[in-house]
């Protein structure tokens, strides 16, 4: 038998990483849509917005030691935990690299307007999705869709690649569009920064899932053969 | 009264050298409060509490107020004072000799030290569960309806409602509802254990003090009374004295370290056990002292 108390605590923590979640995924969709639309608005709101994602990484941590120092997880509950704090830190710096989008977009807004290139808007599609698949796995303790996410992150390097030679052609052809290449490139690199911190937390939700560290194993990109 | 400080006089506050450990010495002897409050208030105040066995004093001016529907939690070494404290609650002292107090204790306001006072009401609307569990030699029901009994109570109605519900209230019910007439000594301890707590609810008390109640248990009825605790919290105001840290930590929302008969620290459990003020208490709860 479990303690109740504990169980009804775990929920809570696991309730907030989800809001979190949402939280991050609207502000990469909204960073996105505001360099996209050259929205002044939206960028300045996804720069706000992250003031909350931040208060609830600090509750969520407040939270997860209060229950390890009173409660003396183990087994499980223990690895639930551990889990979860990093997946907390993971998110919450996933929400940064949307508020360095917006920033991006801002930056982009004082330029002269442009085509945004599909590849960009593309990793953003990506990084949005893996940020839900991964936390969809952390929920549903997944194991297989965890590795799904990881696999997904060979994509998004492959598209950022794609966006830079794009920038590279683009800048080579015409020089006064260097400064707006550059900005795009940053932009790239953030939501690849995105993906990478999925695949963390994909890695966090096999250990929690099946007490395996597959982390720096090379294992992470497919489930290995039993 | 919170936050008062005490000018103690000789080697250190606690009568001992408090280097070491705390590689400082302590002149001065200061309880720390930081109780998280409850939503109806202090229902329990002891103001400038001493207790003497004789010549020993071994509570030294407890100031503290315990808050309504929480769990407090006492702990503290052996001899600290923690169940002299927990037993000067509802009057159990007296039932020892030689026993001399100072200062007084208010229950909802009313002294309870005092020659008027109705010492066998203020134990009915405290009541206690002991270390060992201590079922009378008579049936679960007769065991449960004893303090209605002892009231002169002979309503059945009354007192199979009463019966049932302090069954339920105890999570026993369940596994003796059919079979109330056999001898209470026949359940296991942790089923005896519930039982007594199901006859301190059939008075209808306001506190429940709970004396290292899970000492005599395994882990899995341990896991059931603390599991019992949270359910009864907010109904009733629960005082546990425990020698368990972790279950000071895992069932209570303020805790009162107590060392050598003074309280230390008293304040909100989560606090205690990640970050508490007192560096005594910091040796304490990592095993750290002495």
Redesign the interface.
Same mark, same amino acid.
């Given at each position: 038998?479990g303690? +109740?108390?504990?169980h009804r605590q775990l929920e809570k923590v696991k309730e907030d990483l989800l809001k979190m979640a949402a939280m991050v995924e609207q502000a990469i969709e909204d960073a996105t849509r505001a360099l996209i639309n050259r929205d002044v608005e939206l960028a300045r709101a996804v720069i706000q917005a992250d003031k909350r994602i931040n208060a609830l990484e600090n509750e969520i941590e407040s939270d997860c030691?209060?229950l390890l +120092?009173? /409660? /003396?997880p183990v087994a499980v509950d223990l690895r639930f935990i551990t889990s979860a704090m990093k997946i907390n830190t993971f998110l919450e710096r996933m929400g940064d690299q949307a508020v360095n989008v917006a920033e991006r977009a801002q930056e982009l807004m004082e330029m002269e307007p442009f085509d945004v290139p599909p590849t960009l808007y593309r990793m953003a599609l990506v990084a949005k999705e893996m940020t839900r698949q991964c936390l969809d796995a952390f929920v549903k303790r997944d194991v297989a869709l965890a590795y799904q996410v990881c696999a997904r992150d060979d994509e998004l390097d492959a598209l950022n690649r794609h966006l830079l030679e794009e920038m590279i052609h683009w800048m080579m052809r015409e020089n006064r569009v260097v400064l707006r290449g550059v900005e795009l490139i940053i932009a790239g690199r953030h939501l690849e920064r995105i993906g990478d911190e999925a695949t963390n937390i994909s890695e966090e939700v096999v250990f929690l899932v099946e007490g395996l560290v597959i982390r720096h194993k090379g294992v992470g990109k497919e489930k290995p053969a039993e | 009264m919170r936050g008062q400080a005490q000018q103690v006089e000789g080697k250190g506050a606690l009568g001992r050298d408090t280097g070491g450990a705390m590689g400082e010495k302590v002149e001065e002897f200061h309880t720390v409060y930081h109780p998280k409050p409850g939503p109806g208030g202090a229902i329990i105040k002891i103001e400038s509490f001493s207790l003497w066995y004789g010549a020993t004093q071994a509570l030294f001016d407890v100031n503290m107020e315990v808050e309504r529907g929480l769990v407090t939690a006492l702990i503290g070494p052996s001899g600290c004072g923690k169940s002299t404290l927990l037993r000067s609650l509802n009057r159990m002292n007296d039932l020892i000799e030689e026993v001399r107090i100072s200062g007084q204790i208010y229950l909802d306001g009313e002294a309870i030290y005092g020659s008027k006072v109705d010492v066998i009401g203020l134990r009915k609307r405290m009541g206690m569960v002991f270390q060992k569990p201590n079922p009378f030699p008579m049936s679960i029901a007769d065991n449960v309806l004893y303090p209605l009994k002892v009231d002169g109570v002979r309503d059945r109605a009354v007192l199979e409602e009463t019966l049932e519900r302090a069954l339920r209230a105890a999570a026993l019910w369940e596994e003796v509802k059919d079979r109330l007439k056999e001898n209470a000594l026949k359940l296991s301890g942790g089923q005896q254990q519930r039982l007594c707590i199901a006859r301190a609810i059939a008075g209808d008390p306001d506190v429940l003090l709970m004396d290292e109640p899970c000492s005599a248990l395994d882990p899995l009825a341990t896991g059931k009374i603390e599991e019992l605790i949270y359910e009864l919290k907010g109904r009733y105001t629960i005082i546990i004295v425990t020698h368990n840290m972790q279950q000071a930590a895992r069932v209570s929302d303020n805790t009162a370290f107590m060392y050598l008969g003074r309280l230390v620290e008293y304040g909100e459990t989560a606090r205690i056990f990640t970050n508490p003020i007192v560096p005594w208490t910091m040796d304490y709860v990592t095993g750290r002292f002495g």
């Open positions: 038998m303690y +109740a108390p504990l030691i209060r +120092a009173t /409660q /003396q | -």
